[in-house]
């Protein structure tokens, strides 16, 4: 009974900035990892930004110093801040968390359902 809700995406000219965010609810006890994932048409699915609880972030190459993930705990909220945006970043994006639910004992991940982003050239 977890579930996590992206929104955020749409269609922007090459340049152009989008922000996506991601709000995890349902029987929540801990959330440790977040992350944001991509999957363009007849690719696989590849990690785009982790963040960890404590705030430690990484980044896929492809995405270093255009992209920034942060997180707000008290929200459960993951974001995506997408600048400097190229037609190579079309996909579905995917927001991912690694949680401890109240009823179980062990960490699961979790996916969202994705949110489409398009970048027109």
């Known amino acids: 009974q977890v579930q996590l809700a992206e929104s955020g995406g749409g269609l922007v000219q090459v340049g152009g900035s989008l922000r996506l965010s991601c709000v995890a609810s349902?029987?929540?006890?801990?959330?440790?990892?977040m992350g944001w994932y991509r999957q363009a048409p007849g690719k696989q699915r590849d990690r785009v930004a982790t963040?960890?609880?404590?705030?430690?972030?990484n980044y896929a190459d492809s995405v270093k110093g255009r992209f920034t993930i942060s997180r707000d705990n008290a929200k459960n909220t993951v974001y995506l801040q997408m600048n400097s945006l190229k037609p190579e970043d079309t996909a579905v994006y995917y927001c991912?968390?690694?949680?401890?639910?109240?009823?179980?004992?062990?960490?699961?991940?979790?996916w969202g359902q994705g949110t489409q982003v398009t970048v027109s050239s």
């Open positions: 991912k968390a690694l949680i401890l639910t109240t009823a179980a004992l062990t960490w699961n991940d979790y």
């Open positions: 349902g029987s929540i006890f801990s959330i440790s990892s």
């Open positions: 963040i960890t609880s404590g705030g430690s972030t």
